[in-house]
Each structure stands twice: as C-alpha cells, then as structure tokens.
C-alpha cells in the first residue's frame, strides 16, 4: 500500500520549517534579519509561543542567531539533506510549555515537603549551590549558572527525603538539557544579568523557607518561580 501513518505535528515544527524554507529560497539569506516574532506569528496564524519555541531551535542548531535588542539573523542555511534538522529537534524533544507545566504541577509540593525534613547539611548543600548560582549570574556566565540551577533542583528533590520522589523527578529534570528548553531559557526567561540576579534571588527565598520549616512559603515560592517563567512563554 503507497501510504504512510498520519501523525500529529506541532506546530513549532511546522513553523521551523516555513523558516528553514524561506532561508533556503533566499528569502532571508545569510546575515539577513528575520521579521520579528509577532510579524512570523501573525504571517503564520500561530501563537507567539509557537514562534519561540521555532526560533530556539533555529538557535540550538546555529541556523540563526538572536542579538540582543535587534532581533533574529540568520546564520546559516541547512546542508542538502538537512533541511529537517529543526522539525526533527522539536518533534523527538518536550515542548517548552510541557515541561513547565509538568515542574509547576510537581516541585512546589516537593519544595513543601523538603521544608519539613531538611537537616542542617542539606541545607548547607543547597546554600553553597546558591553561592555559585549568584557568582555566575553577577559574571553573566549562563552555561555555569545553568549547570548550578540543575544541581539545585536535583538537591531540593533530594532533600524531600524520598527516593520515589527524587526517582520520579530524575527525568523531569533532565529535561533541562534539552537543547530547545535550554535555548528559550537562556533567549527570553535568564537574557541578561538582572534576569539572574532576580531568579538567584527567587532561589535564595526557597531556601530560607526550608531553613525556617516554612512549607507554605517553601511551595508558594516554588510556583512564583514557574509562573513567572509561564508568564514570559505566554507574552
């Protein structure tokens, strides 16, 4: 039979490779600015989020390039025969919202409940990780604070005291190394140093909720944390 199975698409994918396309056709050659994330969603009939998570992909792969204040410039074209390396990306990882959502539905219970069993070592754990989080986002240095956000949340996990718990999050948090999630933290949610400073901030006030056996600020700290990063996916 000369068919094939019909599988869902999302639309990310589907806006990477109207992007890719146009690229490719010179339509934006290399060096040449892409319009602007609300002209490519109102052109594409898409949402804003969609176009991001298109672009952070675009990104990941060093087809494009996003500068600061400027917009989108494309770095280069796909190969022959790569043309779907973007698609490809954003179908095989977890979307960006999915990954948010997930985290939103699941740490701020964690946060509570590490809030109740945290040791004085844990703690201490959690503070020197936080130390180094503040170094780095005062140097700027994204992939080092990002490195260090991880083993925060991995110590928070541990500190609930569960190991269902902490088997349960494992995956979660890896996907924090997901190239496209990874793209859109450092573009939108952690894009210059106030950014970090803000979120080290947000952290520390984690952890001073655990250091008082506070649980309900512990977990209403949490959702501040992912409902900010919502916010920026969502505007």
């Known amino acids: 039979m000369p068919f094939e199975k019909v599988r869902p698409r999302k639309i990310s994918a589907v806006v990477a490779e109207q992007i890719v396309e146009a690229i490719q056709d010179n339509t934006f050659p290399v060096g040449s600015k892409l319009p602007s994330e609300f002209d490519l969603a109102e052109k594409m009939g898409v949402s804003r989020p969609s176009v991001r998570e298109a672009l952070s992909a675009l990104q990941a792969l060093s087809i494009i390039e996003a500068r600061p204040g400027s917009g989108n410039y494309v770095l280069r074209a796909p190969s022959t025969g790569n043309e779907n390396e973007a698609v490809h990306l954003i179908e095989c990882e977890a979307g960006c919202l999915e990954v948010m959502e997930a985290r939103e539905a699941l740490e701020p219970p964690v946060a509570a409940l590490a809030a109740a069993k945290a040791d004085s070592v844990t703690l201490d754990r959690l503070r020197g990780i936080l130390e180094s989080m503040r170094e780095h986002a005062q140097q700027d240095d994204f992939d080092a604070y990002f490195e260090a956000d991880k083993a925060f949340h991995r110590g928070l996990a541990d500190a609930a005291g569960n190991q269902l718990l902490s088997t349960a999050l494992a995956p979660l948090l ?54 900010r990063m919502r916010e920026i996916w969502e505007t």
């Open 174 to 227: 890896q996907t924090m190394d997901q190239q496209i999630y990874r793209e859109f933290t450092r573009h939108y949610y952690l894009k210059n140093v106030s950014d970090l400073q803000q979120v080290v901030d947000l952290h520390y006030e984690i952890l001073e909720a655990l250091s008082e056996g506070d649980q309900s600020t512990a977990q209403e700290r949490m959702v501040e944390h992912w409902t």
